[in-house]
């Protein structure tokens, strides 16, 4: 059973995210002159700061989520069907054998989380310590058995509501949709790209605690904003081909606009939070304002190119990426206000004159048949 976990679970997961782990290692290890001490000092920091540990503990939890919702996905597929020859073993068995899986898949973050546990020991800092083993401990467990319970629940004929499934119905507004999709339909690439996000803010912020240099908050800020751009294509693909419906409502053009706005704004609350936070005694509040609305603005300008006539997945991280290579250019001339408002005006403007010119390529319409 273990075997099968193993090549189910363990290799597929490291082999699809074999790029990601690549990029994490390189700005973790890579980028920094002397790693050892960087995080020496990253962890010393963590351990001492209350918010700094909560905004860790943040990022750990999305990877685990990330973890999670990989093993569970992977159960509900019909794909690894057979694995519902698991509930012919015991109860003890099959969470020891998820268990078995879900630690090699969050084995790098653990390892992290034990040198932070250490080195609170080493610095008499036990209440930070024991948080951290405490949230690795229950994360373990809880996941560990939602993983059990799914694979009982995945293959019967009559499944059980799940915790969620009972709960009230909340309505949702029209202007809100793009979140409601990312939070049922597309939680794994949410999950992901938040991860990776606060992880390049904290990393960053970290990093220039010492010797401020806004020219790598500017690097570590535009990569943030690109990690969006994945949901963005997101939201698009949802209203143009899942809920193509909504072009037959009587909503105007702005008020479409503002509805990816407002997701938008929603979205980056945890990077503004970050921001405004890291931000204290290195930069003045107006800066950072202007800095968040450059960031929701460019995630608004990335959703204007998707309605180009004839944009392709391709064409359109290209444009990303060069949307990104640009702001990083016109930031040495510093004029970040200007930028913020040329941002917004253009992306609306674009936005405007190409929704009514939209038409989904083969490749969508060949995905919708």
Sequence with gaps: MLNILKKAFVIEYYRRNLGFFLFVFYMLFGMEQKPILFHRE????????????????????????????????????SEYIFLAEMQSYSMFQQIAGFAF???LLAIPFTIYSCFIIAMGIKLKYILSAMIVLLFLLIVHAINIFVCYKTIQNSFTQKQKLSFLDKLPTVKKSMLLLPLWYSINNGQMRLITVKFFSLLLLSVMCVWNRNDYQFSDFLLF?????????ALTLDYVEFFESKFFIRRNLPLPVWKIFLSYLLCYCIIA?????????FGIGQQPPTNTSIMAIIYVGELLLFTAVLYEKGMTKERYFAYAGAIVVLMLLLAAFKIFLFAAIAILIICFSLFQTQFYKYEPNAEDKNQEK
Excluded: D, G
């Excluded at 990569?223 to 969006?228: E, G, L």
């Design 221 to 229: 800020f535009q990569f943030s904003i690109a990690a969006h751009s």
């Design 101 to 103: 899986a879900y630690v």
């Design 269 to 277: 609350v945890p990077e503004i939070l970050s921001m405004f936070y």
């Design 42 to 77: 990253l962890i010393e920091s963590i351990v001492r700061s209350k918010t700094e540990l909560l905004v860790t503990i943040v990022v750990f939890l999305l990877y685990h989520l990330k973890c999670l919702y990989f093993i569970t996905r992977r159960i509900k597929s």
